[in-house]
């Protein structure tokens, strides 16, 4: 395998694509990132070289990826929100492994979710199916990696609980918590991707650590080692959805949806018999950060402030979602969560009715337009302008 070669990663300034990226510029690889967050910082300088992921424009898409050996593909997007949704990302992806094919790209490694099916109800899940088969048919050698749940610096599910746990008075688990998961360090992944991209041959791989938690069982371990004492309860799925909703109007992001409980509880994030091939254990990572772990909340909309989000209204987005979702209002305030050490948003900064500064009687008066003949005579309007 050859360094000159070109070799490029989806959302390089993203979670999994940044370690993808490191691993091979610290091997001496040229790496491009395609990406919709240009405006994010460059992490990497002068080393990664920097293109859109321009969708609406497949001819660019393919100059872009001209002379590329390996194509690591992370792109996705984890709930249906106004501005992208799962069926989307789909027809995304689609585009680039066509881009892909066009530009002579020899390797595609994926990133994909255990237990993807084309008949799935739930939209998360089908469509990581719909994007494996089009990977498939694009003609170029793949290797598709199937990740459970992924942990480490910057996660968002782990680092959540950990956070739920630090700053709410109990933590509910949805029905009895005995469904299963399997956490993955990302660096692992990262390093599973690049391996997987020095080879030619097609290959399906489930990417899972080294341990198997209950969801109830990883809520303990995680209480355990940061030390929350917090009740640990069983909840009705719809009562436990309901208050993330409620989380997710104080940290104006979304906390979880009714699509992920489902694919929980159904098991969807295990796999029977599957040999892991990650090495660091989630509990010994949770002990070495255990004081930084949960800190800080972890917004999934603040990392998709994107140029497509900065063109919606701020402070009226609503989901659309087929799994007949709403979601919480966001805009700036998703972005800025707290300056708190609680990790919740300011009251002043929401300015919600219940802290918004009283106006005064004065002030809340609507005041009367001045006496000026202009404003209700056109022709006088015309002839002031002249």
């Known amino acids: 395998m050859t360094n000159y070669r070109l070799h490029a990663v989806t959302g390089a300034f993203g979670y999994s694509g940044k370690h993808i990226a490191r691993i091979l510029i610290e091997r001496g690889r040229q790496v491009i990132t395609l990406t919709n967050s240009l405006h ?149 992944l990262a390093q599973l991707a690049v391996a997987q991209g020095e080879t030619r041959d097609n290959a399906t791989i489930h990417a899972i650590g080294p341990e198997t938690y209950t969801y109830r069982g990883l809520v303990e371990t995680i209480a355990e080692i940061i030390g929350a004492r917090r009740p640990i309860v069983s909840v009705p799925p719809w009562l436990g959805y309901a208050a993330g909703r409620v989380i997710g109007k104080m940290v104006g992001d979304v906390f ?56 919606t209204d701020r402070g009226r987005t609503r989901s659309d979602t087929d799994e007949n979702d709403r979601r919480p209002r966001t805009g700036d305030r998703g972005r800025t969560l707290s300056s708190s050490r609680s990790g919740l948003p300011s009251p002043v900064y929401f300015q919600s009715k219940q802290h918004r500064p009283a106006a005064s009687k004065r002030g809340s008066r609507r005041r009367k337009p001045a006496n000026n003949p202009t404003r209700a005579n056109p022709a006088a309007r015309a002839k002031s302008r002249e």
């Open 40 to 188: 994010k910082p460059n992490p990497f300088g002068q080393r990664i070289r920097v293109h859109p992921l321009c969708f609406d424009d497949p001819k660019r898409l393919t100059e872009a990826l001209r002379g590329v050996e390996t194509l690591y593909n992370t792109y996705w997007v984890r709930f249906n929100y106004r501005g992208f949704s799962h069926e989307q990302a789909v027809h995304n992806s689609r585009i680039l492994f066509r881009a892909a094919r066009e530009a002579g790209v020899e390797r595609i490694v994926h990133i994909s979710i255990t237990n993807p099916s084309l008949d799935s109800p739930l939209s998360y899940f089908r469509g990581k199916a719909q994007v494996e088969e089009a990977l498939k048919s694009c003609g170029a050698s793949y290797a598709i990696l199937r990740p459970a749940v992924l942990f480490g610096h910057e996660d968002i599910l782990i680092n959540n609980i950990a956070w739920a746990l630090r700053h709410l008075p109990i933590f509910g688990v949805f029905g009895d918590g005995q469904y299963r998961l399997q956490p993955i360090f990302v660096q692992d």
């Open 256 to 311: 979880i949806t009714r699509g992920e409980i489902e694919g929980l509880m159904a098991d969807l994030l295990y796999v029977e018999g599957a040999e892991p091939v990650g090495r660091v254990r989630l509990s010994d990572w949770a002990r070495t950060h255990r004081h930084e772990l949960g800190r800080d909340y972890a917004s999934e909309l603040a990392r998709r402030a994107d140029a497509k989000m900065k063109q």
